[in-house]
Structure formats: structure tokens, C-alpha cells
């Protein structure tokens, strides 16, 4: 499968805690982007990177937030001291540098904080 | 800033019906714009796509034209299959800098067969 794949599907956490997520994109794009998508709404942009340099930030992305794209391949996102308002569906997208961008998307990752 | 709205759903239909789903947009400059869909189960996949003024994106029946007039991008299909049902979202992105996706809140669409 050449798809973006993002893993873990679901995630379960207790408020406080620290998570961890992780996106592999297509191989050749080089840009990749992060969304949030809570229910019945949606996605919105957090962040965004081309090869391994973070060049936009949200202001969705509070401080608890931070993302990183070490070799210009895959990206995690990690949440610190993981809130209930933060669960939400975290969705990872790639794409070619183009002036269409047409981004893939992967299945995302549903993140519940009790 | 940019900003999409769209049509409130759910939307309901019977099978081989007309459907429509209304998407109006506000931007500065000149955006791409595109539907996408999200089977249930499944992540968000590109429906199509116009990327300047009077263009029609289609894909698997669907339509919409970019109205640079109107500032819309309506969706609409002249025949619908249960297979179908899904939530579609209406976007918009810059065709420069970060060119970030800028969604609307998505309609649900249910066909009955």
C-alpha cells in the first residue's frame, strides 16, 4: 500500500498524560500537514511541513503541542498534559510541491482523553 | 481570513434522485477549490477538484464549477446510489505559500434505496 498510513489508529489516555503519533506519507511528497477534526465538524490546520523544515503553525497548536519532521520522511506529533478538549480525530496529509497541492490523506488517529 | 460554509445536513434522498449540495467560499486572491469525501470507515479522499474560474471538476458523476461571480462551488450528481452515502466536505486552499486546506463543516448524505 503506498498510502499515507498514520499509526496508532486509536489512542486512549488519561488527562495528563503525554501521546505520541506518528505519519508516514507517500515517499515522494515533501509536504506533509497535520489537521484536527472533532466531531461533526471539519478538519482543521495545525501545522505544516515541506521536506523536514516546519514552516506554518496554528494557532490551534498550543504550546502542549509540537511536531516534527526529523529526515523529511515520516512526522510525529506529540500533545503533553493531554486535556479532554484535545480529543479529536489528528489527521495527516501529504502532498507534491505543486500550485494544485492535491493532498492524500490517511485514516487518522482518534485520540480519547478520559 | 479564508472561510468556507456549506449547506446544513443531514440530507436524506431516495435513490436516482437529483442531488445538490451548496458550498459558498470567501478568499482573497484566486483558490482551488475541492470536494472531498469521507466513506464511512474511511479516511477523507480528493472528489475532484477546480483549480480557476469556470472550471468544472467531475469525478464518478459528481460536478461542481467554480462561480468566481458567486464565490461558489456547488456539488451535484443527477442520479444518486445508495453507495454514495457519506459526508462531503467542501475546501479551499491558496495557491501559494503553505496552500493549507480550509474546510467547510461538512454535509451528510444518506441514500435510501
Known amino acids: 500500500d503506498t498510502g499515507v498510513s498514520q499509526d496508532p489508529r486509536h489512542k486512549i489516555t488519561k488527562r495528563g498524560q503525554n501521546v505520541t503519533f506518528r505519519c508516514d506519507p507517500i515517499s515522494e511528497h515533501n509536504r506533509l500537514y497535520w489537521y484536527r477534526q472533532t466531531l461533526g465538524q471539519g478538519p482543521e490546520f495545525l501545522t505544516y511541513f515541506q521536506n523536514e523544515a516546519q514552516l506554518e503553525k496554528s494557532r490551534l497548536l498550543s504550546d502542549r503541542f509540537s511536531a516534527e519532521r526529523p529526515k523529511g520522511s515520516f512526522s510525529t506529533l506529540e500533545i503533553q498534559r493531554t486535556e479532554q478538549g484535545d480529543s479529536a480525530m489528528y489527521l495527516c496529509?501529504?502532498?507534491?510541491?505543486?500550485?494544485?497541492?492535491?493532498?492524500?490523506f490517511g485514516p487518522g488517529t482518534r485520540l480519547t482523553v478520559l | 481570513g479564508n472561510s468556507v460554509t456549506q449547506m446544513e445536513g443531514p440530507v436524506t434522498l431516495s435513490e436516482e434522485a437529483f442531488l445538490t449540495i451548496n458550498c459558498t467560499y470567501t478568499a482573497t486572491g484566486y483558490p482551488s477549490l475541492f470536494w472531498y469525501v469521507q466513506y464511512p470507515g474511511e479516511g477523507l479522499q480528493l472528489l475532484l477538484k477546480a483549480t480557476k474560474a469556470d472550471d468544472k471538476g467531475s469525478n464518478k458523476g459528481f460536478e461542481a464549477t467554480y462561480r468566481k461571480e458567486t464565490t461558489s462551488f456547488h456539488l451535484e450528481k443527477g442520479s444518486v446510489q445508495v453507495s454514495d452515502s457519506a459526508v462531503y466536505f467542501c475546501a479551499l486552499s491558496d495557491q501559494r505559500g503553505a496552500q493549507k486546506l480550509v474546510f467547510g463543516q461538512g454535509t451528510r448524505l444518506t441514500i435510501n434505496p
Open positions: 496529509a501529504s502532498s507534491l510541491l505543486s500550485s494544485y497541492n492535491e493532498q492524500f
